[in-house]
């Protein structure tokens, strides 16, 4: 989180946390009252352990079934200088890394250059329109799960190089009647013919989003097809006040997009994956289509709300329509992220995705207390930083288990109300 200056001490441990957190990449039913979280919350039941975890080396999965041909030219792969490698994440024989190609949707102005971790700016597009288009991204063959490798002065090293670092090699704008038949021949390839929306958080660039979301999908072993929705964050230590007003300009955007995904890609199954300031925007979305689908089946399958930057008390709010709109939805919270806890003091309010002092356990919502298992100095990335989190998100994907039939989860009551306790 970045907020604006303070006076005094409080301003200066402020502006401590959130510039720590800028050098980290991104680094239902009717509602509950207030919880004031009890310490003497007690484990209650403990779940058999599932198969083991997806391997950490997913560079030697199978490579998936080519992509059918339709009517639009899929843009060429960049030409490396290195070994080639092959598509949808998977090395060719040889390789010495995978291409992740991640498609994209954005309400962020473009800049004049062509390179690609500079091509989209932090400002909003005037016209409110979205563009579209894919981006091929590198995974070193000794990628390590959960990481983000980039390049470090501690090495010497000065510039990206996709044997070793997560790098955008290309990006492809598409006009949508391009976009949508390569996006459907990618689903249809994928065994479950299904795809997931990520959207970020505060403090993003279009480059590190998409570095995220290809990290995501290659760790996950995601088969369908990995979809960015990257709004205008500035990007920016101190641009938290202009980050805020721009989740709520880009909500109706976001909604018809994830409309537009679940009807016209061809999917049989959407999950949508969010973090931080992110949920805003997604809880928004996802509250609108709920009221315009009430009485049917829900669009999305699962949905991941990742330390949510929310106020609590308005999320309690959304919570009484929105979780109608996916099958599961998932709460990930910590009472260690020390970017929620400063969000907390700047708002004056809790917030969901922050257990230090409230709890937020609605109906429809499944939420897992992740204090356990955070990891760095601000625990704020746990969603994608920690194997944990993503060996869990991985079987809520692929086995469509609930909390209790997942591997490190204890149920605890509180207030007679149901949560889990991640321990790994």
């Known amino acids: ?11 200066l441990w402020f502006l ?8 980290l990449l991104e680094c239902g039913g009717c509602s509950s009252p207030n919880l004031t979280k009890s310490p003497d919350a007690q484990p209650t039941a403990s779940a058999p352990p599932p198969p083991p975890p997806p391997p950490s080396n997913p560079p030697e999965r199978p490579a998936p079934t080519p992509p059918p041909m339709t009517a639009a030219k899929p843009p060429e792969r960049p030409k490396a200088a290195r070994p080639p490698a092959a598509k949808d994440g998977v090395p060719a024989p040889g390789a ?13 102005k473009p800049t004049d250059s062509k390179e690609p971790n500079k091509m989209y700016s932090g400002e909003r597009l005037e016209d409110e329109s979205l563009l579209l288009g894919t981006v091929d ?3 070193p063959r000794d990628h390590k799960m959960a990481n983000i490798e980039r390049p470090s002065m501690w090495r010497l090293e000065r510039r990206e190089d996709p044997e070793k670092h997560i790098v955008l090699l290309e990006i492809t704008p598409e006009p949508l009647d391009q ?6 021949a990618r689903i249809a390839a994928s065994q479950e013919k299904q795809a997931f929306v990520f959207v970020h958080g505060y403090d993003v660039t279009f480059a590190d989003a998409a570095r995220r979301t290809a990290q995501l999908a290659y760790d996950l072993a995601f088969d369908g097809a990995p979809i960015l929705y990257s709004w205008p964050s500035k990007g920016k230590v101190g641009a938290y006040p202009a980050d805020e007003a721009t989740i709520e300009w880009t909500a109706p955007h ?11 890609s061809h999917a049989t199954t959407v999950h949508v994956i969010a973090h931080s300031m992110g949920n805003r925007a997604v809880t928004s979305a996802l509250n609108a289509i709920a009221t315009e689908r009430a009485g049917v089946p829900p669009m999305f399958k699962q949905v991941f709300l990742a330390a949510p930057d929310i106020d609590a008390g308005v999320f309690r709010q959304l919570a009484m329509k929105f979780p109608s709109a996916a099958t599961r939805v998932t709460l990930y919270a910590s009472s260690k992220d020390e970017a929620l806890i400063a969000s907390k003091k700047f708002h004056k309010n809790p917030r969901a995705g922050d257990t230090g002092t409230v709890i ?4 429809g919502v499944d939420t897992i207390d992740a204090t356990a298992v955070d990891t760095g100095f601000l625990g704020h990335s746990y969603y994608g930083d920690n194997r944990s989190i993503l060996t869990d998100i991985y079987y809520a994907i692929h086995k469509d288990d609930p909390p209790d039939k997942r591997f490190g989860m204890r149920a605890a009551k509180h207030h007679d109300l149901t949560y889990w306790l991640f321990r790994p």
């Open 1 to 11: 989180m970045r907020a604006p200056a303070f006076r005094g001490m409080t301003g």
């Open 16 to 23: 401590f946390v959130f510039a720590a957190v800028g050098c």
């Open 96 to 108: 010495s890394y995978a291409v992740v190609r991640v498609f994209y949707a954005t309400d962020r």
């Open 137 to 139: 991204v590198s995974i």
């Open 179 to 184: 976009f949508l038949p390569q996006l459907s």
């Open 254 to 264: 976001l909604k018809k997009f994830l409309e537009q995904i679940a009807t016209e």
């Open 360 to 363: 937020t356990i609605v109906p």
